[in-house]
């Protein structure tokens, strides 16, 4: 099973004692604000419990985040494959979801470029995607510092979004290993 440190933070298995501190980010108003609705505590549970599952049984998934030398748990950064069909699946999703007060420290792109590389390197993924509400321009920001490119004709509907809810239309990002190689040749 795969654990990542980077400079600040170490991405790792989920433990019991995350399933609070994720159901209290679960349920800020604004940290769900580009989801449809937050989920309730049984589904963030849930959710937890699936992510740690997929490391146990993949070596790698949407990994408990917390701080080297500080909180505990921030959130979940890392990879995963999106469960719905649409015309770039299937694929493997680099995402993110963390606790606002840890926001615009440039902890979700550091994590991000972790799971990337992890991505790339040891799993050996010839692209990954990333893909939010076309409304979420914080979460393309984090997609552009990792690389990823966006062409709009790969846009699409979210097909779990209801039809006609602002939130549906969504925007596409991504990142192949030969661009991601050229990139980190270059930094």
Do not use: C
């Amino acid at each position: 099973m795969a654990e990542l440190r980077t400079e600040r933070l170490r991405l790792r298995q989920w433990r019991d004692d995350d399933l609070e501190p994720f159901a209290a980010l679960n349920a800020d108003p604004e940290t769900m604000r580009f989801f449809p609705e937050p989920p309730l505590r049984a589904a963030s549970d849930a959710l937890a419990k699936h992510a740690h599952r997929h490391i146990e049984d993949e070596g790698w998934g949407l990994w408990a985040v917390e701080v080297v030398g500080g909180a505990n748990f921030i959130g979940f950064v890392g990879l995963s494959r999106p469960s719905f069909e649409e015309h770039f699946t299937p694929a493997v999703e680099v995402g993110w979801r963390l606790a606002r007060e840890h926001w615009g420290r440039g902890y979700a792109t550091e994590a991000g470029r972790a799971a990337v590389a992890y991505g790339f390197e040891e799993v050996g993924l010839e692209e990954i995607v990333s893909f939010t509400s076309e409304l979420n321009e914080p979460s393309w920001r984090v997609m552009e510092r990792l690389g990823m490119s966006h062409d709009p004709a790969d846009d699409f509907e979210h097909p779990r979004v209801p039809v006609g809810h602002p939130l549906r239309p969504h925007v596409l990002y991504r990142l192949s290993r030969s661009d991601w190689a050229v990139s980190r040749a270059a930094s």
